[in-house]
């Protein structure tokens, strides 16, 4: 699927196409169903996954990153979490495949993309989708019926905007912006995550509850950092003015003493040097962890202490920051988590698809010659154990062992469990599609859709909301 450069390239259906190999290549092969499997449009520059199905869904990831490392060079970063939530997607496809009580006599298949976070792939891919729903039925193109992405609010409102005029959904399991909560700007976007509106107004309770009025501001970029950062303002103020109405004299300084920082890479140092000499001690952040992490590493340069920050749900839980490298710049952090959820059996789910595990690490620990596709996987985290003794074949299990449970443990999961839960909203609208009673179906005079042809809006229709 997702090889480690993201090349021009794509993967011909005629292929058994394999999914990034956890460890040791563990391979997602196509499915040849019975019938005639419909034809896949090939999408340049993008690199994908495509299981056959009688419905098709699709799937938007970032399994890479690009970062440059220079002016002129750049580096391929893989991203283990986006790959969790891509295989949690997968993962509730197999299950819902092999239920017999939710899709009777229907499968589901997929079309799974690595936009590596490069919003032109997406554009690329949608646009694709677009054009499959005008083909005639006659050529037999794979038509999308639900979107399950993107994980940013960035992504999501440049897909959500092309598509919305089709009505085909796009169902998010991380983007948070408020503003993709318009109906009329973007009717067929869903989500499993609630809205950054919450979380605005927590973070302006918590102020107000503290009584702090001397504070700072840290926005990313961003439409999840600044709409963010806008709704915090709009509720502070309504606290202010409301409720604690002992503080309303000085609504006006705290309305001029926020400081606004644009989190850039190339702005990170005056964004640290801004924070450095300001007399500010509380500071709320609306950034994403990958966003965020320059900064980071700017405040550690600084040795920055002293500071309490509010932190958005976005990087509040990421184990990054919680390092003891880190304890003391973050100590004392307040932060808002998202609810999460266990997924059982994924953890076997991914353990049982390594087909040759017991033999795999017999010669190279760094695996960056045999196993390649190991190696693109997984190799900045195994290059963290290289300095270890590693005795024997056992202790070499043992460690992918540990590797794999620390990052594809299914409990207590957050974004991986929403990626989960979006799969299965689109199968449960889907089952109620196909459980319609005729004369009171949700469409015109009460008529049902057929599940074996249907629109995409249709599927919109079943209400798919959590």
């Known amino acids: 699927m997702f090889p480690q450069q993201c090349s021009p390239t794509f993967l011909p259906k005629s292929q058994h196409l394999h999914l990034l190999n956890i460890l040791i290549l563990f391979c997602l092969h196509a499915a040849v169903p019975e019938k005639e499997k419909c034809k896949v449009m090939e999408i340049p520059d993008l690199q994908g996954v495509v299981k056959q199905g009688d419905i098709m ?14 002016v002129s060079t750049f580096r391929e970063t893989f991203k283990t979490r986006e790959f969790r939530y891509t295989m949690a997607m997968i993962f509730a496809i197999e299950e819902i495949n092999k239920s017999n009580s939710l899709l009777r006599n229907v499968t589901l298949g997929y079309m799974i993309y690595d936009a590596c976070f490069i919003i032109q792939k997406s554009v ?55 503003c993709l909560s318009d109906k009329k700007e973007y009717p067929s976007f869903l989500r499993t995550v609630p809205s950054d509106a919450f979380q605005s107004t927590a973070m302006a309770h918590l102020v107000s509850h503290f009584h702090w009025i001397f504070l700072g501001a840290l926005q990313n970029d961003d439409d999840y950092g600044k709409q963010g950062i806008f709704h915090f303002l709009f509720y502070l103020q309504y606290y202010l003015l409301n409720i604690n109405k002992t503080l309303i004299c000085i609504i006006s300084i705290v309305s001029e003493i926020f400081i606004f920082i644009i989190i850039r890479k190339t702005l990170s140092l005056t964004s640290g040097e801004t924070v450095e000499k300001s007399r500010v001690s509380v500071i709320v952040v609306f950034s994403g962890e990958s966003r965020f992490s320059p900064f980071v590493e700017e405040l550690w340069k600084r040795n920055i202490t002293g500071k309490i920050w509010i932190a958005s749900e976005d990087w ?23 609810q999460r959820g266990s997924i059982p059996g994924f953890y076997e789910f991914l353990v049982n698809r ?103 809006w249709q599927v919109t229709r079943e209400q798919i909301i959590i």
């Open 354 to 456: 390594r087909p040759f595990f017991q033999n795999a690490l017999s010669a190279n620990v760094t695996l960056t010659k045999k196993y390649k596709c190991v190696a693109s996987c997984l190799q900045e985290q195994l290059e963290l154990y290289n300095n270890q003794t590693m005795n024997g074949i056992s202790n070499k299990r043992k460690l992918l062992h540990n590797i794999m449970f620390k990052n594809f443990s299914n409990k207590n999961m957050g974004v991986t469990y929403r990626s989960y839960t979006a799969t299965y909203a689109v199968a449960h609208a889907l089952h109620d599609l196909q459980q319609c009673i005729p004369g009171q179906g949700p469409l015109d005079n009460g008529t049902c859709a057929m599940i074996t042809n249907f629109k995409s």
């Open 57 to 70: 869904l699709a799937g938007f990831f970032g399994v890479h990153s690009t970062k440059p490392t220079s």
């Open 316 to 338: 509040a839980t990421f184990k990054s920051f919680a390092s003891e490298r880190l304890a003391h710049i973050f100590q004392g952090t307040l932060g808002f988590a998202l």
């Open 124 to 178: 690329k891919a949608t646009v694709n989708f677009i054009g499959s729903e005008m083909t005639p039925m006659r050529q037999n193109i794979c038509k999308p019926r639900a979107i399950i992405g993107s994980a940013t609010s960035s992504f999501s409102v440049i897909v959500g905007r092309f598509i919305g005029p089709f009505s085909v959904p796009l169902i998010s399991y991380a983007a948070t912006c408020k």
